[in-house]
C-alpha cells in the first residue's frame, strides 16, 4: 500500500505503548502497525508548512522566506525568556505572539538522556515530552506566561542541561534518576518572579514507553537529500524518530515540508 503527502511531525497518543500516526492531507497511518515490518521512503520534493509553495525547506519545515517573516518561529520559540507580548511589544505580529506566549507554561525536569529541562505550552503535556523521546517527565513550575517560563529555565540551565543527546536517546542509553527529589532540590533555584508558581503539592510523574522492539547499538542518521530512497525494518519509533533494524534512524520531525511516498 502507498501513501504519499507533506511531512509533518507524527502525532501521539498517549498509551502504553504510545501510538504514533503519521497524517497525510489525504490520509493517515497508524506506525505502530508497522512495526516489524519493510517500509520504503522515497524523497519527491518540498512543500512549505507555511506559504505551501514548492520550494526548498529552509529550517523547520519554512522555506527561507517564511522562516524569517512568520511570528510562527519567532527566536522567542526557542528562546522563551525573549518572550515580549506580556509587555504588549510586538516581536514579529502581536496578535499571534499574544494568542501563544500568553498561556500557561510548563517548565519540566524530563529524562531522555540525562536530566534536562525544557518548558511548554501545558496544553502541549505530555506531547511534548513524547517528542523528545522523555522516558519520564515532572512539572516545576506552572506560570502564566512563556517569558516567565523562559526566566525560570534560564535560572535552571545554569544547573542542568536543555538540550537531549539524541543518540543516547534512541540506544536507551539512559542514567536514572529521583526526578521528585530533584524537582525538590530546584525550588530555591526559581526566579522571584516565578516563585509563586511552584508546584509545592503537586508530584505527577509521567512514566512514558516506547513502541520499540530492539534499540540499535549504532545510529546513522538518514538525510533524505542525500538518499532520496530508503527501505528497511522497522523496529521502535522513539521521540520523533523511526528506528530501522540496521541502525540507521529518520528523524521525521527534522525532515518536515518534505514531500514522500511511503510503501507499506
Known amino acids: 500500500m502507498q501513501y504519499q503527502g507533506v511531512l509533518t511531525k507524527m502525532q501521539t497518543e498517549l498509551g502504553s505503548p504510545i501510538q504514533y500516526y503519521l497524517v497525510f492531507e489525504d490520509s493517515f497511518l497508524n506506525v505502530n502497525q508497522l512495526l516489524d515490518k519493510e517500509i520504503e521512503i522515497n524523497f519527491i520534493g518540498c512543500q512549505c508548512l507555511n506559504c505551501g509553495k514548492k520550494k526548498k525547506i529552509y529550517r523547520q519545515g519554512f522555506c527561507y522566506d ?7 518561529v519567532g527566536d522567542w520559540i526557542m528562546r522563551p525568556e525573549l518572550s515580549t507580548a506580556h509587555l504588549g511589544i510586538a516581536d514579529r505580529d502581536l496578535e499571534y505572539e499574544s494568542k501563544v506566549q500568553l498561556q500557561p507554561h510548563i517548565v519540566y525536569l524530563a529524562v531522555a538522556s540525562e536530566i534536562k529541562v525544557g518548558v511548554t505550552r501545558k496544553t502541549q503535556v505530555p506531547t511534548r515530552w513524547i517528542d523528545q523521546g522523555a522516558s519520564q517527565a515532572i512539572a516545576i513550575v506552572e506560570v502564566p506566561n512563556r517569558y516567565l517560563a523562559g526566566i525560570t529555565e534560564v535560572a535552571l540551565k545554569n544547573h ?3 538540550k537531549t543527546n539524541w543518540r543516547k536517546m534512541l540506544q536507551n542509553s539512559i542514567e536514572t534518576f529521583d526526578l521528585i527529589a530533584e524537582k525538590a532540590k530546584v525550588e ?3 526566579p522571584e518572579e516565578a516563585k509563586e508558581f511552584f508546584y509545592s503539592q503537586k508530584d505527577d510523574l509521567y512514566d512514558l514507553r516506547y513502541p520499540v522492539l530492539n ?4 545510529v546513522n542518521s538518514l538525510n533524505l537529500d542525500k538518499t532520496p530512497s ?8 522513539k521521540g520523533q524518530y523511526l528506528l530501522f ?5 529518520f528523524n521525521v520531525r527534522g525532515s518536515e515540508g518534505y514531500v514522500v511516498t511511503i510503501n507499506v
Open 66 to 72: 517564511c522562516f524569517y517573516s512568520s511570528p510562527a
Open 160 to 162: 542542568y542541561t536543555d
Open 188 to 190: 530555591s533555584l526559581i
Open 215 to 218: 534499540y540499535p547499538a549504532k
Open 230 to 237: 530508503f527501505s528497511g525494518k522497522l523496529t521502535g519509533i
Open 245 to 249: 533494524e540496521n541502525g540507521t534512524v
